[in-house]
């Protein structure tokens, strides 16, 4: 082989993916671990080259790393607007930490942006649970007559959005005044 045709080689590759990785983070803001993901996708799909898994990785994580320095990727910044936005959306503490997990986010970046919304709100999880029935039309919302019948249908929706059974159980007890009262503040 010759040495120089496989610098050409490596240099392009790696001119290529950053560039791809330069227009996923405008489009996108990911975390570090998408780009990661991002970025062999589209090795996989559009070079296949004759590189092995272990350079690939290695170029990858160079870039990452490169657009880290360079504070174009922050996964710490990263965790707590995602938290924010999925706790407007209504999520649950724990629900929130799920899916910053899932998108790659480390455990300390989780906890600190976790702790920013319990400063933030006195009851995060009571609020979160106060928009979903509101967003849902459950709960205090139903008419009168049937908030017996579908209770336990409510508590299963609850759950599923990683809310505890007291949180559950006591936005559930609520009149429809006094959510209407609480909402209003929220």
Do not use: W
């Amino acid at each position: 082989m010759d040495p120089i045709s496989n610098k050409k080689e490596f240099d392009d590759l790696t001119a290529n993916l950053r560039d791809l990785a330069y227009s996923y983070i405008e489009k996108y803001n990911p975390s570090k671990q998408q780009t990661k993901t991002y970025l062999l996708k589209k090795y996989l799909t559009k070079f296949q080259g004759s590189k092995t898994k272990k350079e690939i990785t290695e170029i990858i994580e160079n870039i990452v790393l490169n657009l880290e320095k360079n504070h174009v990727l922050n996964d710490k910044l990263y965790s707590d607007s995602k938290a924010r936005m999925f706790f407007r959306r209504g999520y649950s503490l724990n629900k929130i930490g799920q899916s910053l997990r899932v998108k790659g986010i480390g455990q300390e970046n989780i906890k600190l942006s976790l702790e920013k919304i319990k400063n933030e709100k006195e009851n995060p999880d009571l609020v979160s649970a106060m928009k979903i029935c509101k967003k849902r039309r459950i709960g205090p919302i139903r008419p009168e007559a049937n908030r017996e019948l579908f209770y336990k249908k409510d508590m299963g929706i609850l759950a599923r959005s990683g809310f505890s059974y007291d949180i559950s159980k006591k936005v559930l007890s609520m009149t429809q005044k006094e959510f209407n009262l609480l909402i209003k503040i929220i």
